[in-house]
């Protein structure tokens, strides 16, 4: 395999391919338009990332190319470590916004109602140490981050966010349409993928919350990603 094949798995255009595909294993059968609509990324980027994980031993295929026969994505669990360091080191630099603070002594619960208040639930995904709280409720959250699908300035001045490169909050850009978590906690407040939660944890380098990271993908995670397919 070339350098430049493994530089662009580890790229952003890759990571968001390879993101959808552990959280829906399904679509790794899916066409390219639907591929293409769920990530943002042109038909000849998924291709690609398609056939090196092939080479890399992250798909099992029947047939003589991907086109034909059934795709399986197999070794997920260390294809999900790898996207980690991916999110770490490359897609989350590439989304990240800004950072914020709440306006006076607001607490990062005071901001899940203003989040309600806003009626932007199809706009705004909570994550981070936040969305981990609300998973998993044994966690009192120090930071929050939120995933703006679109109108920054606008969802900004709702949630009387004030800039702070030493805030607490971290605003980064969603991708594709498949960033929220399939299910609604808490009165429907709009939370992200486990997936996003459990990688924004394992950023911060705390035991605790490496800790929580692990809750979350065993309760979580765990299910869809370690059914018997690794020994093939």
Do not use: C
């Not at 609509?37 to 295929?61: D, H, K, P």
């Not at 009387?160 to 490169?165: E, V």
């Amino acid at each position: 395999m070339s350098i430049s094949t493994i530089r662009f798995l580890g790229q952003a255009a890759g990571l968001k391919v390879i993101f959808l595909f552990l959280k829906k294993l399904e679509s790794l059968m899916w066409n390219y338009r639907e591929i293409e609509r769920a990530t943002g990324v042109s038909s000849g980027g998924f291709a690609l990332v398609i056939s090196n994980l092939r080479e890399m031993g992250f798909v099992r295929l029947e047939g003589d190319n991907v086109r034909q026969g059934q795709s399986e994505l197999i070794n997920r669990r260390e294809l999900l470590d790898r996207w980690d360091l991916g999110y770490a080191e490359k897609l989350r630099p590439s989304l990240f916004y800004n950072r914020y603070r709440m306006a006076g002594s607001r607490s990062l619960y005071d901001l899940l109602d203003d989040i309600l208040g806003a009626n932007a639930n199809n706009r705004i995904l909570i994550g981070g140490e936040l969305g981990a709280a609300l998973l998993v409720k044994d966690l009192y959250p120090k930071s929050a981050t939120l995933i703006f699908a679109e109108d920054h300035y606008n969802l900004i001045m709702l949630l009387n966010l004030i800039s702070d490169p030493n805030g607490n909050i971290d605003v980064l850009d969603s991708f594709g349409t498949f960033n929220h978590f399939d299910n609604e906690l808490l009165d429907g407040l709009p939370l992200a993928d486990p997936l996003l939660i459990r990688a924004e944890l394992l950023l911060r380098g705390s035991n605790q919350l490496k800790a929580i990271a692990d809750k979350i993908y065993n309760s979580f995670i765990k299910d869809s990603l370690e059914i018997p397919d690794q020994d093939y």
